[in-house]
């Protein structure tokens, strides 16, 4: 599994960002794609998951109620999107794509075992 991010840029507090990650390779039924973060000092966070085949959603209570993944496997390769809308200074961070299999529900980054390079994500 290959994984490519995009999409991240620098903002100004309230503005918003769409991640991409286009996922190649075996992508099936058994894949969740994460997004994580880091920042400067502290430890990769969990951020959003989702099954590469869509449906539930499971998010950091940090970004519960703002942020939106979602996952188009329509397309070769496989996209999927973190939304990010009303971003906070405290969303700074570097942003990666993640992919592991059968771990549905999880942030942990022990868990998965594909990554993509990062993009960087700077709210001001």
């Known amino acids: 599994v290959q994984l490519v991010e995009s999409g991240g840029g620098s903002v100004q507090a309230g503005g918003s960002l769409t991640l991409s990650c286009a996922a190649s390779g075996n992508i099936d039924d058994s894949i969740v794609m994460a997004w994580f973060r880091q920042s400067p000092g502290k430890k990769r966070e969990g951020v959003a998951s989702?099954?590469?085949?869509?449906?539930?959603?499971?998010?950091a209570d940090s970004v519960k109620g703002r942020f939106t993944i979602s996952v188009d496997n329509a397309k070769n390769p496989v996209m999927v999107y973190l939304k990010m809308p009303t971003l906070k200074p405290d969303d700074t961070a570097m942003y990666y794509c993640?992919?592991?299999?059968?771990?549905?529900?999880?942030?942990?980054?022990?868990?998965?075992?594909?990554w993509g390079q990062g993009t960087q994500v700077t709210v001001s």
């Open positions: 989702i099954y590469s085949g869509g449906g539930s959603q499971y998010y």
């Open positions: 993640a992919a592991g299999s059968w771990v549905a529900g999880s942030l942990d980054e022990h868990d998965y075992v594909h």
